[in-house]
Every structure is written in C-alpha cells, then in structure tokens.
C-alpha cells in the first residue's frame, strides 16, 4: 500500500517507484505521482464491429462512444492524456451479471444508476460495490447490468485515451475519458484539448523524439543529394549510369518521408501531457476535496535517510525538491 524508488532494481532506473500491493502480495513497478485508468489487454468496440485493444489504440482510430443524448455514436480517438506501455499497475476488475468484465484504475470514472433518479451518477471505480448497477452497451442500446464480484490484479499498461464525447465503450461498459475528479468537472477543464488535441502531443520525450525523426529525414536527403553530385560529377559517363542514379534517388525520396516526423509515436509517445500535468495542478488548488481518495496506492516519494533528510530539513522541501527533479528528469 505504499511506494517509494528503489534506484537498485529496474524501477528505479526507468523513473519508476517500487511498489507493494496488499490486495495481491505483488511487487511491480508503478508512476511514482500518476495513476493509471486502462491496462493493455482492455478491449474497445469499432464503428465496424471489431475490437481493439488499449495497447494497438492510436490516435485517430474510430471507437464507440456514448453523447450526450445517451446513444451510442462512432467517435475518433484525439490523442491520450497519459500513455505508459511498459508500466504496470494495480486495476479491480469489475464483473458483470451480463458477462462483462471491466478492468480500471480504482481512481477511473464510470457511471452508475441510481435509485432515485434517472440520470447517471459519476463515480469512481472504487466506489462501485458489489450489487450496484452499471451501463453497459449491445447492438440495441445502453443496458443496465449489475455488478456480480470485484477483483484486483496487476497487470502490463496504463491508457488513458480521450475522445470528443469525453466518454468510451471498453469491454462492452460506458465508461469516462476522466479520472480522479467527477465526469462533468474534467470534462469542463479538458474543453480545450478537445477542441485543440495538439495539446496532448506534448509530453516528455516529444521533442527528442521529433528531433530524431527531423534527423533521419536530413540524412536521407543528403544521402540522395549526394547520390546526385557524384552523378554529375561523372560528367557523361552514360545513360546507364544515370538512369541508376535517378533509380537511387527516387528509393532514397520514397524513404524520405515527411510521414516520419509526423508518425504515430511522436504524437502518441509516452507519459503524460504536459497540458494534463497543468490541469491536476489547477484541480488539486481549487477542487482538493473533490479528488478521488487514494485508496489503493499511497505514493511516498522521498528516499529515507537521504542527503536532503540529513541536513535537517523541512518535510516538505525535500519532497518538493524530489518532485522537481523528478519532473526534471521525465521532461529529459
């Protein structure tokens, strides 16, 4: 039930805490101040009637979503809030009298009915109990189904996906975009990157990134520039000779594509956006108390016995300062 980095195992070296579950008696790696909402293996509908999983999502797939008006509606992914394929998590598994089984981050929205009003109650997936009623979705329409058993698991990846709706269908369940503060609350606050989803490009390592890819298109370019100033050099050496030139320098364009500094995962990378980072700041100033408890993980940061703790200092410093470079060394 805690977390704390322990620099001598992996974790420590990929920027990750080192984490013990009580519910499971596991260790895994977690994100030492972030928390997670989709595993890899959640499966999500398609317009067309397949499925795809969390880990194989991309921006600009087409998924089901739920508007307003309560239909179900083809809707297309504008980015991830958080993104995190190597990391593991601790999610409940919430299983259904109808068969599904939703697997989310204890501090994941859904919605649930209520008994007294025919509007959905925005809740947090470790809030549901055993006997509440959730929505799930068939060719039909939205359904009501009951929760049957509850369980925890660790398991590979962290999808935090947004779509235009702010809603999704996973493992046949209705489900939030949002987590930690109430559905109409995020969905408010996360307006913008609706509207402009080049928000959610930055994140750590989206620079290094699209400088690399920025890099192997120059080189590929020089390389078919140079293919063409050894040809004219030659001077006439014959047809031949520059018609195997112009075949080298029509491969080496068709590698060069302008596609590679705009692929999948420069926009999609890892982590969370930095526009995310800046709205859990404003929410945890403004709307502290309405933050989803964290019941499941409890994150320590701060090494014991470190530098920091022996100068004697505040509690706090060494946190924030922790903090800092912690932040420091995701954003390198």
Request: glycine share 8%; charged share 20%; net charge positive.
């Amino acid at each position: 039930k805690h977390a704390r980095p322990m620099f001598y195992i992996n974790c420590g070296y990929r920027d990750l805490c080192y984490c013990y579950s009580k519910i499971t008696r596991h260790h895994y790696c977690c994100s030492c101040d972030v928390g997670s909402c989709f595993p890899a293996h959640a499966r999500l509908p398609t317009p067309t009637g397949a499925t795809t999983t969390m880990g194989h999502l991309r921006t600009g797939d087409q998924v089901l979503a739920v508007d307003e008006s309560g239909k179900v509606v083809p809707t297309t992914i504008l980015g991830f809030m958080d993104r995190r394929p190597r990391e593991a998590a601790l999610y409940v598994t919430l299983r259904t009298s109808m068969g599904h089984n939703l697997t989310l981050s204890p501090n994941h929205v859904l919605f649930k009915s209520a008994p007294n009003s025919s509007h959905p109650v925005s809740v947090f997936g470790s809030d549901i109990n055993i006997g509440d009623v959730i929505y799930s979705t068939n060719q039909t329409g939205i359904h009501k189904t009951e929760i049957i058993a509850i369980d925890h698991e660790v398991t590979q990846g962290a999808y935090v996906p947004l779509t235009r709706e702010g809603t999704l269908v996973v493992e046949g369940i209705v489900v939030s975009c949002y987590a930690s503060y109430k559905h109409s609350l995020a969905h408010t606050f996360l307006a913008p990157a609706r509207i402009f989803p080049a928000l959610l490009y930055l994140r750590p390592g989206f620079v290094s990134r699209l400088v690399t890819s920025v890099e192997n298109l120059a080189g590929n370019v020089m390389k078919t520039l140079l293919l063409v100033l050894q040809d004219a050099a030659g001077g006439g050496a014959g047809r031949g000779k520059t018609s195997k030139v112009q075949s080298i320098t029509k491969d080496g364009m068709k590698d060069t594509r302008f596609e590679d500094v705009r692929s999948d995962d420069v926009p999609d990378g890892e982590g969370e956006a930095y526009y995310i980072s800046l709205v859990k700041l404003v929410g945890w100033l403004l709307y502290r108390k309405e933050k989803a408890a964290p019941q499941v993980l409890q994150v320590r940061a701060v090494v014991e016995d470190g530098w920091l703790q022996v100068l004697r200092l505040p509690y706090s410093l060494p946190q924030m300062t922790y903090t800092i470079l912690g932040l420091l060394a995701r954003s390198w």
